[in-house]
């Protein structure tokens, strides 16, 4: 089985802090994502990476960077962490669209920023 | 763009009513249509999913099938089981592109 897994399962962090999400997949999946999940609004895609070193933007990337430096981490940063970044954030990995396409989830970050 | 659209929650059945959650989408290519289901403090498992038009996808006594003249993937159950109480997403898969765009979600209550 696929198995997803995220640095925390709840974070408390101040306005201001630099705040570092952690995601490591064991499955050797080339693709990997982070989306926050809000209610009412479902899954937003932050970010995406398709290969080491490689990033691309999803719909919300505003306040938010990604790190890949190797193939099974993908972190999420966020520079400064502002009120309006408390959310769940869930991170995902696939592989290549052509060959599969399932995503498999890890059990989210609950984040607060205070 | 590609976008997907479930019915607003939340659903409250009885234990072994039927269920029906309607999942609609829009896609300017030939997607790949999805369930997936999150129980409470959990991240998001595939429940089903179906790859071309006129597909059926099943798991676990759920049932979707791919339409494509009505742009629909609708989740079915002819049973459910206070177990099933959950967050149910529709989403698609973009081939091109490698993204997948989720539902806002719909909240199942089952009650014994």
């Known amino acids: 089985d696929v198995k997803v897994t995220q640095s925390s399962r709840y974070l408390v962090k101040r306005t201001g802090e630099k705040v570092f999400l952690e995601c490591v997949q064991d499955?050797?999946?080339?693709?990997m994502f982070w989306y926050r999940q809000d209610p009412g609004l479902g899954l937003r895609l932050i970010y995406f990476?398709?290969?080491?070193?490689?990033?691309e933007k999803g719909d919300i990337p505003e306040g938010y960077s990604v790190s890949r430096e190797k193939k099974e981490r993908f972190s999420l940063i966020l520079e400064s962490a502002s009120t309006n970044q408390t959310s769940m954030y869930l991170c995902?990995?696939?592989?290549?669209?052509?060959?599969?396409?399932?995503?498999?989830f890890g059990p989210g970050t609950r984040l607060l920023v205070l | 763009g590609d976008s997907v659209t479930q019915m607003e929650g939340p659903v409250t059945l009885s234990e072994e009513a039927f269920l029906t959650i309607n999942c609609t989408y829009t896609?300017?290519?030939?997607?790949?249509l999805f369930w997936y289901v999150q129980y409470p403090g959990e991240g998001l498992q595939l429940l089903l999913k179906a790859t071309k038009a006129d597909d059926k996808g099943s798991n676990k006594g759920f049932e979707a099938t791919y339409r494509k003249e009505t742009t629909s993937f609708h989740l079915e159950k002819g049973s459910v089981q206070v177990s099933d109480s959950a967050v149910y997403f529709c989403a698609l898969s973009d081939r091109n592109f490698n993204k997948f765009y989720f539902g806002s979600g719909t909240k199942l209550n089952v009650k014994p």
């Open positions: 995902a990995s696939s592989l290549p669209q052509a060959r599969a396409e399932t995503q498999y």
């Open positions: 990476s398709y290969d080491v070193k490689m990033k």
């Open positions: 499955m050797d999946h080339e693709n």
């Open positions: 896609a300017t290519g030939y997607p790949s």
